[in-house]
């Protein structure tokens, strides 16, 4: 049996594992102890769909036997919320220079940092869905005093009305936004994560 957690394989030993299921098991036990957990799995080549997860997981193990799991860490998520602060801090700052660079016609200058900025935002949406496979971990990120759920309830429509200025050529509502919506919106984001890390 060939066995793989994140790319890298792992020489581990069988004791009384007979199916792929005793052998996840076993490894979800050790996982628990480092605060870590399996996100997804392979056998064979061939990714488990969760609808078939019984079914793919009850095989008995064989010599020729591949299994690779996608494996993430609270540690893994806890960097990842630290690399999202540091964009945070950096685009709240920044998006005081989308209004500029679009009144002096530098569009491709703005439209490069909306373009960072939409991808900061589902980076950090990925990595906050991810952490709620440890409660402890999502219960904590509070933003302005609500959930992140509440949050980009409320946020979703402001970045909504911003794209809508972008295409109409708002200069002067997109700039407001840009200023008075989002940067500081993009602060609470960081301010949380820093009070999570302790930083």
Known sequence: MEFYVNGEK????????KTISDVLKSFEEEAAKNEATTIGIKINDETVPADNFENAVAQEIKEDTKIELNVL????LLDRLNTSKSRF???????SDVPVALQSGKDKEAN???AVLADAIDEFCHTATLSALFPDLYNSLIIDGKSITDFFE????????????????DTVTSGDLCEYEIAPRLTSIAASIGALLGK
Do not use: G
């Open 112 to 114: 490069t940092l909306i």
């Open 89 to 95: 801090d950096e685009l709240s700052i920044k998006m």
């Open 73 to 76: 860490s609270k540690a893994n």
């Open 154 to 169: 409320e946020f979703a429509p402001i970045i909504a009305d911003f794209e809508q200025s972008l295409e109409s050529k």
């Open 10 to 17: 792992i020489d581990i030993t069988l004791e009384n594992e």
